[in-house]
Every structure is written in C-alpha cells, then in structure tokens.
C-alpha cells in the first residue's frame, strides 16, 4: 500500500526566503507525482505534475524534482512572498493502485511580511 | 477549455439524512474521482468513474455511491449521514490512466450536525 509523506507539517519563513518542501512515497512504482497548493478552506491547484520518467518540472518561481529510486520528491520556491502562504500537498499516482491518488498530508506554509 | 466545477459549494445536513453533490468534469476529460478531505488531512479516495461504470474503489462504506452520465458530470451520493461525514468534497477530472494529471474542482463543505 502506497504512503506519502510530507515532512514538514508546517513551515514559517520570512518573505524572500528560498525553501524547500519534502515529499517521500513508499512504493516506487508510480506513473507520475503532481503538486498541489490548497488556500484555506478551497479546492485543489495543480502546480507541477512530474512524470515518471522525468528528473523535475519547473514553473516561475518553483521547481520540483522527483528521484523515483529512492522514493523522494522535493519542491523548491524561490523568493518566497506572502501570497505564497498555503497548504502544499504532494500526491503519486502509482501503477499499481486502485486508480487513485495517495496525499500526504500537507505542509501549511506561512510567509511573513 | 473550462475547469472543474462543483454545486453547492456549502451544505448543512442532520445526521441521517441523504445528501447529493455535483460535478462537471473538465472540458475532454471523461474520467472523474471523488475524495473526502477532513481537517487537516490530506484527501482520501472514495471513487472513480470511468465510462459511467466505477473504476476503482478506495476504503469507503457501500453508503457513499456515485454515478456518471453520458456527458462525464458526476454525482457523489452519501446516505444515513454521520457526524464524521462532515469534510470537503473533492471532485476531479482526469484523463484514463491520469497521465495528464489530474484537475480539482473547489469542493463541496459538508457539514453534518
């Protein structure tokens, strides 16, 4: 059975900070790892979708990698502002699942002004 | 090309009772998932649909049930309503095999008194 976890829980930076947020899954075998931005209370925002085969995806001022052998994904923010500020899930959607995403559960991002 | 969306946005119900949410899929995507986020939890998977047939099935009573129409829209149905129900409804968009990741809608806050 497919885990991810999101380490840290939470995380409180000043603006311009770069940081890093960490992803790690359990069972290697996936087709693609996606990142989301969730705002309190909302929906899910698709930020990056890394595919298997790929090293990193890269958007503005974010870039995530994915190192499928050992189970690890970063996302990195460069310049962090305040409108940054959200809850960041990772989720893999692995070949051997029941068509489903597996989250983790998040990393709640605060960046102060 | 339009997003996902999902009706109501907010719902009060008593525990017992049966309730119905909806979802319109992405323009060109014709597989649809529903997952329940609690408070501070990453989403869990209920359901997918796929053809209007269920495509997969996560950890989720046999009282959540869904359906999908010919123009891919989904319900999510859950019946005899408990206080643990109360969550945000996910509803997302994908192609089969979600190589194209996958596209949220804003959900549906449950609440169940």
């Known amino acids: 059975k497919q885990e991810v976890t999101q380490i840290p829980a939470a995380l409180s930076v000043p603006e311009g900070e770069n940081l890093v947020l960490n992803c790690s899954f359990t069972?290697?075998?996936?087709?693609?790892l996606q990142w989301f931005r969730q705002d309190p209370g909302k929906g899910l925002t698709s930020l990056l979708l890394i595919q298997s085969s790929q090293r990193e995806q890269t958007s503005g001022r974010l870039n995530a990698s994915l190192d499928k052998s050992s189970g690890r994904s970063t996302l990195y923010i460069a310049a962090s502002q305040p409108g940054d500020s959200a809850t960041y899930l990772c989720a893999v959607f692995s070949s051997g699942s029941a068509r489903q995403l597996t989250f983790g559960s998040g990393t709640q991002l605060t960046v102060l002004p | 090309e339009t997003g996902v969306t999902q009706s109501p946005t907010h719902l009060i119900k008593t525990r017992g009772q049966q309730v119905t949410l909806r979802c319109s899929s992405q323009?060109?995507?014709?597989?649809v998932s529903w997952y329940q986020q609690a408070l501070g939890q990453g989403p869990q998977f209920i359901f997918q649909y796929y053809r209007e047939e269920e495509n997969g099935r996560g950890n989720f009573p046999p009282r959540f049930s869904g359906l999908q129409f010919p123009n891919y829209s989904s319900e999510l149905n859950v019946n005899a309503l408990e206080l643990d129900d109360s969550a945000l409804y996910l509803c997302?968009?994908?192609?089969?095999?979600?190589?194209?990741?996958?596209?949220f809608g804003s959900g549906t806050r449950l609440t169940v008194v």
């Open positions: 323009s060109g995507h014709n597989t």
């Open positions: 069972d290697s075998a996936i087709y693609n």
């Open positions: 997302a968009s994908s192609l089969p095999e979600s190589l194209g990741g996958y596209t």
